[in-house]
């Protein structure tokens, strides 16, 4: 065997990496964790559950392995017993002597000298596997010799997690994927670039395209933005004729010169004059507005500031470029930017990686700090800025002083972090200030549309504020939900604890249990308090002094939660306060009957009393015209709710399982801004008529209203319908209906017929009639509803073949449970084919013997459940299904043989399968691997036990997909 590469033609790379591993000892672990860390950094790797259809495993190992610049190979404990792992280990030390390939070992709850001379459980292992292949002392000689050479290689060694090792690997692993002798490599990998190589790649595309003259870079302040230019500067800089970057303008115009002063000193470096304090990146030349300039503005806070410094330019040249970078996006619009960039934070992975730069000065660090430095990285939430602070704050120190740092990190971010952060809210004016703070100690979480109801007061729309506080990165919205990162939210707080740092009482919003209780037990609080939010959860008992709140004229939001069945707080019904200001109101569990007498609710917009044992709320009836949302949900005592009628901006009430509440919801007729009603599990309901005056309606839910018999009249608005488990026998017509999209009727034991105008709904696309036992059968022009995509069935006998589903051909899932033909032993399958757009289809327990052929027309298809039926096998077509991820076939007791199944297959259940007695040899070799296989008891079973099936079983115990396990690794989850 050749000792070099000097006499060999390397063979032409595929792939960078190749990871040799035991699957049953690290698919979930570090495998998994290693292979998404490569994926994101997109180092193309070799994991072999991708082998191309077709090919024998074996060749297409070994010319992975060839075709590989790196081997990684994880030594666990279960790899020595694996032939398969074995072999490929002597093909990757072949190709390290014949082409110079590099290895990496990773010694993975192993000792690298128990690989090295097979001992301990490494060598027992070993020994099995000899046994079992004694007769080829060759082999196995290879294989011990393999095992020497490659333990011998300085690799990483860990009894760490997954995720320790992992990031350890990744901290040092060498710079052998990418070389190139361009000065810019040297800037890209730098410490101050971590995670921004895709970015810089991205902008650098846009700028050399025609449509993007003049970008931006947005984000919240220690997001990265001057990084990413001044990145983006110094590699494309030397493309122009001219390039100047100009930093901190907003600093500088905050000084004594203000934007004047800063304008000069750019005039003065244009026009040649240099000038070395000025800090400006420029190249002389003369004659600006006919050569092809980059220049970058960092920090804008308005548009005066570019107009007044694009006008020492004049006219650029159509080829020139522009990068502006802003904390406020309504800014970069102003600046009719062509495309804005947003920052985004790091990742994980990018994270640790910059904190340890900072901390360790790029070492990895020893044991006792890694769970510390996990605690730092998931603190900063993907936020270089303060990574950077405290990495440097922390390099050298103690895990002493690490821990009291963490510690007081939970109240006080770092001053130089608060600093950065605070420069976007000190540029607000007082309302917005007061939204901010609103969010940052109260709304935090919460829907949009609830906030701004809420913060919606006199002559003041809180739609605009929060617009702002978007544009300027001060908060996010997900999902509609109002959010922002940790670290400003902390800053928000500390911007009101410091109102009144030994007082909290004078402070505008109460969180912390201890101030909360101080300020109520000694009854100090104060006209400025606007908002109080106590966690009962970890506190014993609260007393509340009558005149506990008598102080609070101000208090607008209140919220008490975490006590079951408010039990810990007592006295809450005899507050002498009138509470008249107060616009969102929170408790759960309210232990009393009724809320404090002089409870004036003329303001509230929001009131929320789930699992209350309150009966009814005040006496009398009020005009309650700001009122919104109400939500008394599981009071099961409540039996009197006030006057709707005298609610006209109601938009959501919910009295779910309010179970003695005495109403016939005559008053929900004039409601005409209501859009969710719900009424479930609410018993004493026995029939409901809604209005057409209702006509924002559009969800409404009954289910489980056990003695609701009739609905009479449904508003033309309503788009989702709700009546499980209720006692109605037929529908009215609802035809009208032309907006609904859910109709669920799920349990709904006595209903006998759908009416025929179902199929006049062109907007529907549910339809559940699981346990509708009377049900005999579906309207014939059902076929009608092309939009519907699910239909649920079960526990129905039909009379008929319902063959309008044949014309259902939008359908993408058939679920059909228990569902059977009166004079046949099951149900006939009707035409498969027109199903294209099927992607999961479910016929448990419905006497099916035959799957019909046509199977392999579903090309949509992924999900496949066809359990506890009469079947013997399958057809052949089925391993032509092209996206067939699971197949259930659970308790199918005459199922007897399985044929080749399709290479698309991650999860077969065929549990209690007792007359299944052979398999396809095909399924059992097949190139693909499944993560799931289950044939408990499958007593007759028996299965040639080849590497491949072996495989396949060792990588199929427990398996969730590697994103999943890389988060669990490392706290996310």
């Given at each position: 065997m050749a000792s070099s590469s000097s006499s060999s033609i390397s063979p032409k790379l595929e792939y960078e990496v190749f990871l040799s591993f035991r699957g049953a000892d690290t698919r979930v672990n570090i495998t998994s964790h290693l292979y998404e860390a490569f994926c994101q950094k997109k180092i193309k790797t070799?994991?072999?559950?991708?082998?191309?259809?077709?090919?024998?495993?074996?060749?297409?190992?070994?010319?992975?392995?060839?075709?590989?610049?790196?081997?990684?190979?994880?030594?666990?404990?279960?790899?020595?017993?694996?032939?398969?792992?074995?072999?490929?280990?002597?093909?990757?030390?072949?190709?390290?002597?014949?082409?110079?390939?590099?290895?990496?070992?990773?010694?993975?709850?192993?000792?690298?000298?128990?690989v090295r001379n097979q001992t301990g459980d490494f060598g027992k292992a070993f020994a099995e596997l000899e046994k079992r292949f004694m007769d080829d002392s060759e082999m196995l000689q290879r294989w011990r010799t393999a095992l020497r050479d490659a333990a011998n290689i300085s690799g990483y060694h860990s009894k760490n997690s997954s995720s320790s090792i992992c990031f350890l690997f990744l901290l040092s692993f060498p710079d052998l994927l990418r070389t190139d002798s361009d000065d810019y490599n040297s800037v890209i990998t730098s410490k101050y670039l971590v995670g921004l190589e895709s970015s810089i790649e991205e902008i650098e595309n846009l700028l050399c395209s025609k449509g993007v003259?003049?970008?931006?870079?947005?984000?919240?302040?220690?997001?990265?933005?001057t990084t990413l230019a001044d990145a983006i500067f110094k590699k494309i800089s030397k493309q122009f004729e001219e390039s100047y970057f100009i930093p901190n303008i907003r600093e500088e115009s905050e000084k004594s010169g203000g934007l004047n002063d800063l304008c000069q000193k750019l005039s003065s470096a244009v026009l040649g004059d240099e000038h070395p304090n000025h800090r400006f990146t420029f190249t002389r030349r003369s004659l600006i507005s006919r050569k092809k300039v980059l220049i970058v503005f960092d920090d804008i806070t308005n548009l005066n500031q570019i107009q007044c410094l694009m006008a020492v330019f004049g006219e650029l040249d159509s080829y020139s470029r522009i990068i502006i970078t802003s904390r406020d996006k309504h800014v970069l619009r102003n600046c009719e930017v062509d495309h804005i960039h947003e920052m985004t934070k790091l990742s994980l992975v990018d994270s640790f990686k910059l904190f340890v730069l900072h901390a360790f000065r790029g070492n990895p660090p020893t044991k006792d700090y890694i769970k510390l430095s996990f605690e730092v990285v998931d603190y900063t939430e993907g936020l270089p800025l303060p990574l950077e602070v405290l990495g440097s704050f922390l390099f050298t120190r103690t895990k002493r002083e690490w821990e009291s740092a963490l510690?007081?990190?939970?109240?006080?971010?770092?001053?130089?972090?608060q600093k950065v952060l605070k420069i976007s809210y000190e540029g607000l004016d007082d309302k917005k200030k007061c939204v901010f703070l609103d969010i940052a100690c109260f709304f935090k979480g919460y829907k949009r549309d609830l906030v701004e109801a809420i913060l919606n007061a006199r002559n003041v729309d809180a739609h605009i504020h929060i617009n702002v506080l978007i544009e300027r990165s001060l908060i996010t919205t997900s999902y509609d939900t109002i959010t922002m990162h940790d670290l400003l939210e902390e800053m928000g707080r500390e911007i009101v604890r410091q109102e009144s740092i030994n007082n909290p009482g004078g402070r505008c919003h109460l969180w912390d249990r201890e101030d909360i209780f101080s300020v109520l037990k000694n009854n100090t609080g104060t006209r400025a308090i606007r908002s109080i939010c106590l966690d009962m959860s970890e506190v014993e008992e609260l007393h509340l002094n009558p005149e506990a709140f008598n102080k609070m004229p101000n208090l607008r939001f209140l919220k008490i939660s975490g006590s079951k069945d408010g039990k810990k707080v007592h006295g809450f019904e005899n507050l002498k306060s009138d509470f008249s200001e107060l616009r969102y109101f929170c408790f759960h569990g309210y232990p009393s009957k009724s809320l404090p007498p002089k409870f004036n609710p003329e303001n509230l917009v929001a009131l929320y009393m789930p699992n209350s044992t309150v009966e009814k709320l005040w006496t009398g009836n009020q005009d309650l015209v700001n009122l919104k949302y109400v939500n008394l949900s599981y009071s099961k005592h409540l039996r009197r709710i006030p006057d709707l009628s005298l609610m006209p901006n109601l938009e959501s009430l919910n009295l779910n399982d309010c179970t003695s509440l005495l109403e016939s919801f005559s008053s929900i007729h004039n409601l005409r801004k209501l859009v969710f009603l719900y009424l479930e599990g609410c018993k004493s309901l026995t029939n409901l008529s809604i209005s057409d005056n209702c006509q924002s309606l559009r969800e409404v839910y009954l289910s489980n209203c056990s003695n609701l018999e009739t609905v009479q009249h449904l508003p033309d608005t309503i788009e989702g319908l709700y009546l499980d488990g209720t006692a109605i026998k037929e529908f009215p017509s609802i035809g009208h209906l032309f907006r609904l999209v859910r109709l669920s009727l799920r349990k709904c034991s006595k209903l006998e017929r759908l009416p025929d105008s179902i199929c006049e709904l062109k907007s529907l696309k549910y339809v559940c009639l699981l346990g509708c036992s009377k049900l005999d059968r579906l309207p014939n022009e059902m076929g009608n509803l092309q939009t519907l995509e699910e239909l649920e069935l079960g526990k129905i006998s039909f009379a008929e073949i319902p063959t309008c589903m044949?014309?259902?051909?939008?359908?993408?899932?058939?679920?059909?449970?228990?569902?059977?033909?009166?004079?046949?032993?099951?149900?006939?399958?009707?035409?498969?084919?027109?199903?294209q757009r099927m992607a999961e289809l479910c016929l448990i327990n419905c006497c099916i013997e035959v799957l019909p052929s046509s199977i392999d027309q579903l090309l949509s298809l992924q999900h496949l459940d066809i359990a506890q039926n009469n079947l013997e096998t399958l057809p052949e077509s089925i391993k032509d299904l092209p996206k067939l991820a699971t197949l259930i076939l659970s308790n199918c007791q005459r199922l007897k043989y399985l044929p080749e199944l399709p290479r698309s297959l991650q999860k077969i259940i065929a549990e209690n399968c007792v007359s299944l007695e052979s398999i396809s040899s095909l399924f059992l070799c097949t190139d693909s691997f499944i993560d799931i296989i289950d044939f408990a008891n499958c007593f007759k079973l028996k299965l040639e036990m080849t590497d491949a099936f072996l495989l396949n079983i060792e990588r199929s115990a427990a398996y969730n997909h590697r994103q999943e396990h890389l988060e669990r690794c490392i706290g996310l989850q």
């Open positions: 070799f994991i072999d559950d991708s082998l191309v259809r077709g090919e024998e495993i074996s060749p297409s190992l070994l010319k992975a392995i060839k075709h590989s610049k790196i081997s990684v190979i994880i030594f666990s404990k279960g790899y020595a017993p694996s032939r398969w792992c074995l072999k490929e280990l002597e093909e990757i030390v072949k190709c390290k002597n014949t082409y110079d390939q590099i290895v990496i070992p990773v010694f993975y709850d192993v000792d690298p000298s128990d003259c003049k970008l931006g870079i947005w984000g919240i302040g220690g997001i990265g933005k510690e007081n990190l939970k109240t006080s971010p770092p001053v130089d972090v044949t014309s259902l051909i939008n359908l993408e899932i058939l679920y059909l449970r228990s569902c059977k033909m009166r004079k046949r032993s099951g149900i006939p399958l009707v035409d498969l084919s027109v199903f």
